[in-house]
């Protein structure tokens, strides 16, 4: 974990409303594991005040890119940039996923801007691991078409692209694809989707790790804002940032 | 020229004025990876409790104009585990430590300071009476200027060691406080704590934070803060510790002008972990600008 500046070498929009920030940072780069996060000065004034947390997206050498929509200022901000600006940030932040373990078919399952991780995700899974991509948004202008990224199964809430329905639904109806295989769910999205798709696993005993979200103050622990239920230890809560984001849906209550 | 940044807070000596805030630095080994504590004047622990403490529901924080509403729930470890696992881990810093105490009774205030008083580790115990957050104490005594007296008087009897009282804002004279505690025994005060706040989702129409309101910090609160330093400077003779906003050297300074004998930064380790580290280097260059050889003469010099 490390605070550092890094600098801006791409803005770009992969629709109208979400975009993909590639940084050069190169420690961060060669040290940051799938799943894990960053958290991002917007700019160095007061307002903004708090960094933005950020899934690493994706590498590539010495840079790392980040995905995002427009939320707030900070977003706005940061969907702003020019290449060449500088950015502070510290990173790597929290525990990614566990790409090592005993399966061999992985199922990466997003939820509109949950596609963030899943990029630099499927690069790190051994070669003999076959992988599927179940992709789920409100409608078409949340699906985002990522270079390398494998083909996805689709579902939208309107219909407009894929399936018309929710992506545990397109899930369930492709379930012939894990017939003879050690399956294993990897998920990033909204919490109400990660709940179901949670309770769907537990109920199927599938291994299955969940990124998950909750507003922060500093990403390391400190602030202790972001807490989650926790099976393991009920009387206390695991936090989001420091024992996740990424948990198996054993550990934690979503 | 080298500029002297030693101050004092009452008995409390440090090595320059600059605290880090309870609740923003953990026990002391979240921010060390950050921070070099034997470089900066000293740490203000996590509230304790006696008993441990799960804290809030989420959402705990949220951001606001320069500013953020928390409203943690006091989440602590209890004071038993805090002896038996934070304080060994405590003992290796060079640094000074003061150990932060909310309670939600009277005698569990003196049943924690009385426990944790025969601690070598522990140079100083910062009493919260202030804290927002938790129904069942904080705010409440630190509303009630009786209730104050007795908690600091209540501590005085159970220990030798310096007794710093945290002073709410939200009170109409943060002076009055002030002086109670002082003719109790505290040897400093610690002004401020949080303010309370709120902030509310239009599109939901609900509460941003689950306990509806929360204490709010950052820069946003800084004027305010400086306003009830200056307040209490003027009127009650005691040692005061600057909190509200500050982010750098400059903060630091103006605090001190307006009556601080050392300061506590808080907020901005969520942001910049460094950021002590880094405001004491703008100190000593404050102080050569101004040929300042003892920072402590800064204390009170406002000019009015």
Same mark, same amino acid.
């Given at each position: 974990m490390i605070i550092s500046d890094a600098i801006v070498k791409d803005v770009q929009a992969l629709s109208s409303s979400i975009f993909l920030m590639q940084l050069t940072a190169p420690e961060i780069s060669s040290i940051i594991?799938?799943?894990?996060?960053?958290?991002?000065?917007?700019?160095?004034?007061?307002?903004?005040?708090?960094?933005?947390?950020?899934?690493?997206?994706?590498?590539?050498?010495?840079?790392?890119?980040?995905m995002f929509d427009i939320h707030g200022l900070g977003t706005k901000l940061l969907s702003e940039k020019k290449q060449g600006d500088v950015l502070n940030l510290i990173g790597p932040l929290g525990?990614?996923?566990?790409?090592?373990?005993?399966?061999?078919?992985?199922?990466?399952?997003?939820?509109?801007?949950?596609?963030?991780?899943f990029p630099f995700l499927a690069k790190s899974f051994d070669k003999s691991v076959s992988q599927f991509l179940f992709y789920g948004a409100r409608n078409n202008e949340y699906i985002v078409e990522y270079p390398g990224l494998i083909k996805p199964f689709i579902a939208t809430d309107d219909g407009s692209l894929g399936e018309k329905g929710n992506v545990l639904d397109l899930l369930k109806?492709?379930?012939?694809?894990?017939?003879?295989?050690?399956?294993?769910?990897?998920?990033?999205?909204?919490?109400?989707?990660?709940?179901?798709?949670?309770?769907?696993?537990?109920?199927?005993?599938?291994?299955?790790?969940?990124?998950?979200?909750c507003a922060m103050a500093c990403g390391f622990g400190i602030c202790q804002g972001c807490p989650i239920e926790s099976k393991i230890h009920p009387e206390t809560y695991a936090l989001v940032c420091k024992d996740g984001p990424v948990f198996n849906v054993k550990e934690v209550v979503i | 020229m080298q500029p002297d940044l030693r101050v004092s807070v009452g008995p409390i000596k440090l090595r320059n004025p600059i605290l880090l805030a309870s609740g923003t630095v953990g026990y002391g080994p979240e921010i060390a990876e950050f921070t070099d504590l034997s470089k900066i004047g000293g740490i203000v622990t996590k509230s304790l409790s006696l008993n441990p403490r799960k804290g809030n529901p989420p959402q705990r924080i949220v951001e606001t104009s320069s500013g953020m509403l928390n409203a943690i729930g006091l989440a602590n470890v209890g004071v038993e585990e805090f002896i038996e696992k934070k304080i060994p881990y405590l003992a290796q810093f060079d640094t000074t430590v003061i150990c932060n105490i909310a309670a939600s009774s009277f005698e569990e205030y003196y049943e924690c300071v009385s426990m944790l008083s025969g601690e070598e580790v522990i140079d100083a115990f910062e009493i919260n009476v202030s804290c927002p957050n938790v129904k069942d104490g904080g705010l409440v005594f630190g509303n009630d200027s009786k209730a104050v007296g007795k908690i600091t008087a209540g501590v005085r009897k159970v220990t030798n060691k310096p007794i710093i009282i945290k002073l709410?804002?939200?009170?109409?004279?943060?002076?009055?406080? %002030? @002086?109670?505690?002082?003719? =109790?025994?505290?040897?400093?005060?610690?002004?401020?704590?949080t303010l309370v706040g709120s902030a509310i989702d239009i599109h939901s129409r609900k509460p941003k934070i689950y306990n509806v309101t929360g204490g709010l910090s950052g820069p946003a609160i800084k004027p305010v803060a400086v306003a009830k330093v200056l307040e209490i400077f003027r009127k009650v003779e005691i040692p005061i510790i600057g909190i509200g906003g500050i982010m750098n050297g400059n903060d630091i300074a103006e605090f001190m002008i307006a009556g601080a004998?050392?300061?506590?930064?808080?907020?901005?380790?969520?942001?910049?972990?460094? %950021? @002590?580290?880094?405001?004491? =280097?703008?100190?000593?260059q404050y102080c050569i600008t101004h040929s300042i050889e003892r920072l402590s003469e800064l204390t009170g010099s406002v000019i009015l």
């Open positions: 594991k799938p799943g894990q996060f960053l958290n991002i000065k917007a700019d160095s004034l007061s307002f903004p005040l708090l960094r933005r947390p950020f899934s690493v997206c994706d590498v590539n050498g010495d840079s790392f890119s980040v525990n990614g996923f566990s790409t090592q373990g005993d399966f061999d078919l992985a199922i990466m399952i997003a939820g509109g801007l949950g596609i963030a991780p109806n492709n379930k012939e694809i894990f017939n003879d295989k050690r399956v294993k769910l990897f998920v990033c999205g909204p919490t109400p989707m990660l709940r179901a798709i949670a309770e769907f696993a537990l109920a199927e005993d599938l291994d299955c790790e969940v990124s998950t979200e | 709410s804002p939200n009170t109409a004279s943060v002076s009055e406080f %002030a @002086s109670i505690a002082k003719n =109790e025994g505290a040897d400093a005060v610690s002004a401020i704590n004998s050392a300061i506590q930064m808080g907020t901005v380790n969520f942001i910049n972990p460094d %950021a @002590s580290l880094k405001a004491v =280097e703008e100190l000593k």
